[in-house]
């Protein structure tokens, strides 16, 4: 079982429609979550950390169930700028070795269409 | 206030050679990972520098081995090229190796090796 899986995508969506994408981690000991956004040939940025009692910025929520071991984030509104691709993201346990460092999962690519 | 740097920017060897990327870290910051990422695959993490010495490492052989000077800036060096080290290599930089404190990513060194 890899570590941290992902939706396989690509989503493609209209503009203004709800997109939300899954994430699922191996390590019950894992103690820290995110979604970054990479761009196309671009580095990886952070969109937001993921908490156990949600969170919400603007147009991103971000649920965290520790107990399913799983990690969602709802993109509202979707516009053409959100295309990108996602990464689900957990740090800590120990990952042979890799405790606290960042783990990825595959990304989910997004494509949003006018 | 500059970012993550890294050079070079585009790198093309062939197999068997030998490849030096280098990292400088966020202004501030002490703690430089680095990750290799695949095409179509999320960022996987190599190793990580703080203090001078390497703290923890990822699942890559010792072909891939690293340096970080007294300013905190850091190399990847790798040896014996292979045809699947054709990849994007990113460095993170942190303030501090453990934590919840963000890594910011560098625009990466893309590396093709023929």
């Known amino acids: 079982r890899k570590e941290v899986e992902q939706d396989p995508g690509p989503f493609n969506v209209p503009e203004g429609a709800t997109v939300a994408f899954n994430c699922t981690y191996s390590?019950?000991?894992?103690?820290?979550f995110f979604w970054y956004r990479q761009d196309c040939r671009k580095e990886p940025k952070l969109l937001m950390s993921?908490?156990?009692s949600g969170n919400e910025d603007g147009r991103f929520t971000a649920q965290l169930n520790r107990a399913s071991q799983y990690i969602s984030l709802l993109i509202r509104d979707s516009k053409l700028s959100d295309s990108a691709t996602y990464l689900c993201v957990v740090k800590g346990g120990d990952y042979g070795g890799s405790q606290g460092n960042l783990i990825f999962g595959k990304g989910t690519k997004l494509s949003v269409k006018p | 206030d500059a970012g993550v740097t890294q050079s070079p920017t585009h790198l093309i060897k062939t197999r068997g050679q030998q490849v030096t990327l280098r990292c400088s870290p966020k202004s501030g910051h002490d703690t430089v990972s680095w990750y290799q990422q695949a095409l179509g695959q999320g960022p996987q993490f190599i190793f990580q520098?703080?203090?001078?010495?390497?703290?923890q490492r990822g699942n890559f052989p010792d072909r891939f081995s690293g340096h970080q000077f007294p300013n905190y800036s850091s190399e990847l060096n790798v040896n014996a090229l292979l045809l699947g080290d054709s990849a994007l290599y990113l460095c993170a930089s942190s303030a501090l190796p453990q934590g919840d404190n963000e890594q910011f990513f560098g625009p990466g060194t893309r590396l093709t090796v023929l």
């Open positions: 520098y703080y203090e001078e010495e390497e703290r």
């Open positions: 993921v908490y156990s």
């Open positions: 390590n019950s000991a894992s103690q820290s």
